[in-house]
């Protein structure tokens, strides 16, 4: 793979250019070679989520639906080619794999099985040779329509005091590992987010948002978010410490003092504010 056009001359003849999760804009002095232009195959429903991210973002944005839309490549602007095939309404539906391991992962599998397929199709038709006939529904749907720039390390931090119970878990169900800072300046990276566990009582209705250590199961973690719902860390990792051993370590940090009491309701868990 080449990580630039400068000086580089493709070998003729050359019928069409075909670019897949590919990070350059192919120049119009490359696609002139090539006798019908270039074909992109990207995975979203566009115009939607145009840009490098579009699977972590229609997660993170908690879209129900994207897709796949093959496009002519555009000579100067990033996914602004003609859309020859798109995936047919209403989409493929990703709400389906929503909180399983590696979502992110999954849809991508998803969505690259059906790519190839309808890259293949595109091929054998012929759609590729003008004049191109724009087949894009999404366009005209009246759904909303985001950019998809490129995941950044800050894109993972959490803000309990900014971010609901939804937005952690769209973010671990998009990202993977996320990472929060411990009023010691630390960094705690988190694992295993999941939904609340608790059920929706007032048990916990005047804590304020943040991460908290359970007493009563070592190891375990909750955290409530901006909305006032709660959720799970299954396991975490203090920057610089042993993998999987931050909840134990917060615990050890911020949790009761030994032979102590905890809580003054009987049915109340023993939570320990931690940030």
């Excluded at 429903?45 to 490549?73: C, F, M, N, W």
């Excluded at 996914?79 to 849809?107: C, E, F, K, N, Y």
């Excluded at 070592?218 to 396991?235: D, H, I, P, T, Y």
């Amino acid at each position: 793979m080449i990580d630039t056009f400068t000086g580089w001359t493709p070998p003729n003849p050359i019928d069409v250019v075909i670019a897949v999760s590919f990070g350059l804009l192919v120049p119009p002095r490359i696609l002139n070679y090539a006798q019908y232009g270039g074909l992109n195959v990207h995975p979203s429903l566009l115009p939607d989520l145009r840009g490098p991210a579009p699977i972590e973002h229609a997660i993170l944005k908690r879209r129900q639906y994207t897709g796949v839309s093959v496009q002519t490549l555009h000579p100067r602007h990033f996914d602004q080619g003609t859309i020859l095939a798109q995936t047919p309404m209403p989409g493929h539906d990703i709400s389906l794999s929503r909180d399983t391991p590696d979502m992110a992962r999954v849809v991508e599998q998803q969505l690259a099985t059906a790519g190839a397929e309808m890259l293949v199709d595109v091929l054998k038709q012929r759609k590729f040779v003008p004049p191109h006939e724009p087949v894009g529904w999404y366009a005209h749907s009246n759904g909303p329509i985001d950019h998809a720039p490129k995941i950044t390390k800050q894109d993972r931090y959490v803000d309990f005091e900014k971010h609901t119970a939804a937005d952690v878990i769209a973010k671990w169900n998009a990202l993977g590992d996320l990472w929060c800072l411990l009023p010691t300046g630390e960094r705690l990276i988190l694992h295993d987010v999941l939904d609340p566990m608790l059920p929706d009582d007032d048990e916990h209705v005047t804590m304020k948002p943040g991460l908290f250590v359970d007493s009563d199961l070592e190891g375990f973690l909750w955290f409530r978010g901006a909305c006032g719902k709660m959720g799970n860390v299954l396991s975490s990792t203090l920057e610089g410490g042993k993998k999987g051993q931050g909840n134990a370590k917060l615990l050890q940090l911020f949790g009761p003092p030994r032979n102590s009491s905890v809580g003054d309701m009987p049915l109340m868990r023993p939570l320990h504010r931690v940030i």
